[in-house]
């Protein structure tokens, strides 16, 4: 993957141009007859995304010169990652992210991880995994929106942690994440890189050092051993093609 640098002191036209290009992909996938496959973030960031987004594919499918010929394919939404929590808890991110689709909400799949409820971390994880490689196989997604830490960390692939990082499966639990709770459930980078189009939101001046360390490590193309302080650089070598876009309110050489 190569990596490009979005600079906008805007974060609301960062949000706008990942949409719109997040919306493109979708658009070509139904075009192609297939559904579309999208994985979100959460927080503020998620939220804008899934709002934008639902504006969007609404347009998309009224607009179409036969709408009809839409109505059976669907968008799905994946969750880079989820804490294990009640469904009912206010930080679950797919209670985030679902609040954005008010217009598409009918013809959007969402695939909540498994809570508490329906088994044990490594249970619910196991779960999430099977329905990832169930629904896509090794197909790729149609675009992947993520969010970058104050630690460089993205979905809940946190720097250190090599278990998480060198996961080949789809998605794997995460026992001992530095922000609380300490248990979630994560995309793994290998399963995030296998698509064409990646979108890394970094905003704010608490996200500077991180950052301009994860652009000193991932652009590298030196031959050096995989670096478990930058995420980012292992999910850039997890797949040979596709783009990684760094949207960042702040001014960073690449």
């Given at each position: 993957?190569?990596?490009?640098?979005?600079?906008?002191?805007?974060?609301?036209q960062?949000?706008?141009?990942?949409?719109?290009?997040?919306?493109?992909?979708?658009?070509?996938?139904?075009q192609?007859?297939?559904?579309?496959?999208?994985?979100?973030?959460?927080?503020?960031?998620?939220?804008?995304?899934?709002?934008?987004l639902?504006?969007?594919?609404?347009?998309?499918?009224?607009?179409?010169?036969d709408?009809?010929?839409?109505?059976?394919?669907?968008?799905h939404?994946?969750f880079?990652?989820?804490?294990?929590?009640?469904?009912?808890?206010?930080?679950?991110l797919?209670?985030?992210?679902?609040?954005?689709?008010?217009s598409?909400?009918?013809?959007?799949?969402?695939?909540?991880?498994?809570?508490?409820?329906?088994?044990s971390l490594?249970?619910?994880?196991?779960?999430?995994?099977a329905?990832?490689?169930?629904?896509?196989?090794?197909?790729?997604?149609?675009?992947v929106?993520?969010?970058?830490?104050?630690?460089?960390?993205?979905?809940?692939?946190f720097p250190?942690?090599?278990?998480?990082?060198?996961?080949?499966?789809?998605?794997?639990?995460?026992?001992n994440?530095?922000?609380p709770?300490?248990?979630?459930?994560?995309l793994?980078?290998?399963?995030?890189?296998?698509?064409?189009?990646?979108?890394?939101?970094?905003?704010?001046?608490?996200?500077?050092t991180?950052?301009?360390?994860?652009?000193?490590?991932?652009?590298?193309?030196?031959g050096?051993p995989?670096?478990?302080?930058?995420?980012?650089?292992?999910?850039r070598?997890?797949?040979?093609?596709?783009?990684i876009f760094?949207?960042?309110?702040?001014n960073?050489?690449?």
């Open positions: 993957m190569n990596i490009q640098i979005i600079h906008d002191i805007s974060q609301d960062l949000v706008t141009e990942a949409a719109e290009k997040i919306s493109a992909a979708i658009s070509h996938a139904w192609e007859g297939r559904d579309a496959h999208v994985v979100l973030t959460g927080g503020r960031t998620g939220l804008a995304i899934a709002q934008a639902d504006i969007s594919v609404y347009r998309i499918r009224t607009n179409a010169a709408p009809a010929q839409l109505a059976e394919l669907k968008l939404i994946w880079s990652d989820e804490r294990y929590v009640d469904r009912s808890a206010d930080d679950r797919e209670k985030v992210i679902e609040s954005g689709f008010v598409t909400a009918a013809s959007t799949v969402f695939h909540a991880v498994p809570s508490p409820s329906e088994g490594v249970e619910v994880s196991a779960q999430y995994d329905e990832i490689l169930g629904s896509l196989g090794s197909n790729r997604f149609d675009g929106i993520l969010s970058m830490g104050e630690d460089g960390h993205v979905a809940s692939c250190g942690d090599e278990k998480v990082l060198t996961s080949r499966l789809n998605a794997v639990e995460v026992t994440s530095p922000k709770p300490s248990e979630r459930t994560t793994t980078l290998h399963r995030l890189a296998q698509t064409s189009q990646v979108y890394i939101f970094a905003i704010g001046e608490v996200k500077r991180a950052l301009q360390q994860t652009l000193k490590i991932a652009t590298r193309d030196d050096a995989a670096d478990f302080s930058a995420p980012v650089a292992l999910l070598q997890n797949s040979p093609v596709g783009q760094i949207m960042t309110d702040q960073v050489a690449q």
